[in-house]
């Protein structure tokens, strides 16, 4: 991994990295099927819920005999309890953690049995088995986060707004203590139901897991068995050295490769090494911040796609490994808007643009500029990418030069991986390089692009405001007919197009690299594409 992970606590979580390490120690009631990307496969419940005909209850039931870590029995009480810690309210940092749980209303008991919970939903929501039940709401220990007052105390209303002040204070002071320091890696409170348990947390070095001898989820063949006794997470920050390990037979896994290096390894002359490159459900892009002066015409944002050379960063820099796209839904999906036609690389067609949007060179020193409230505005901004990235940071250069004989001067800047993330989510930088993975059973855009998720760190990061997107997101939302989700996904990707709000790139493919002395290696498209818990050592 290139960063150490900041929480393994769920619900404090935000990157990639801690997921991972995260869905080895703790389950959900469904599990998603890695092959079909859909959530069929009942898990902590022993089958799937029963769902009302207006789509607003499920009932569930645990599978009975399930235990944490430490031998203690789940029961439906931890299930409710990690609802609620997951919906207080007072966890602002986590914007979009809340966005997938606002459909829920309410959970209890039914009737009183430990092991049968009942969910009453808001409004019909058609990704709440795979975005919650699958997904986000993973199950903690009630018994383990009892500090001072717990939730029982709260109604589920209160958890989601300001409470009376006696109640505030009680509510405020769990949620400082479950997002404290020392929380966040200490294996006496990451406890879960998973295949392992957390052994180790060595800050800035590795993250140890152990098998858990108390899991239980082993009745579901490939997917439920597990097999390393132990699965180490190491950081290496250093690609050159990342490289010196795996040859060395110190790692086995680098489970995403720079492009550049990736093709420079020879596994002709390293048997014991193979690699290969698999397509997940995401996108590349470039994001804007629509709040800058230089971005807010839409001309202006369709210059800057017109400016990206696509294909020649494609062939020369990320060495095959993407295709180019338009949409940010993946071909392969059925709402994908096959009309959408790919923006050339068409220097002379954004400069009309710019010229039509008032952006021209009006003081002759070279960089086009424009009058904005009375003040004459150079077209000057920075690109911020995460330290470590050359590989972004190449693709940023060669846009950067593209720019230039336009008039347009761009910066590059790096920060470390925080510090970026804190930029982006306050909506403090420019414009940036990102890749935004689709949800494995469908994509949910509403997160990314309702101008509601610009507040708060949301995820609009690039604070796009669109009544006609919001309007169509919010019917994608609530519509439960496949054909007629469809037919909306597709008008938002037109509108998309027009709007130009990011800059489209590229379907990138994920390139990887493993000791080959493991048994039943598999590639999946369901983020991140593999599951090391699966790989059986060769004897």
Known sequence: MLNYPETLIPFNSNSTEEFNIENQIFETLLRMNPVTCEPDIPWLAESLPKESKDHKQFDFTLRKGIKFADGIELTGEDVIFSLKAAKNFLQAENKPLHDYLESIQSAELIDGDPYRI??????????????VFASILTIIPKHIFKYGNNLDGYSWEELEKRVEKKKYDQLENFTEWFGSAELQHDPKYIIGTGPYYLKDCITNDRVILEKNPYYTNKFNSEFGNVYPGQIIFMEICDWDATITALKAKDIDLIGYMLPALWNQIDTAKRPYLSKTTFPLSSYGYIG????????????????LAHLIDRKTIIDSILYGLAEQTQTPVSKSRPEHNSDIPLITYDPEAARILLKEAGWEDHDGDGIIDKKINGELVPFKFEFTINSGNETRKKILLAYAQTLRKVGIQSEIIQLEWSVYLDKLR????????????????????????????ENNKGSNYGSWKSKSADHVLEAIQNEMNPTKRNKFEKEFQKIIYEEQPITMLWYPYTPVIWNNRFDNVKWYPQSPGYNPAWWIPKK
């Open 118 to 131: 009942r969910f009453i939903l808001r409004k019909s929501d058609w990704q709440i088995r795979q975005l």
């Open 288 to 303: 804007w911040n629509l709040e800058r002066p230089y971005f807010q015409n839409k001309k202006v944002r369709l210059a």
């Open 426 to 453: 306050n909506h403090n930088l420019d414009a940036w390089y990102g890749v935004w993975q689709n949800g494995e059973g469908g994509n949910d855009f509403y997160v990314i692009y309702h101008s509601s998720d």
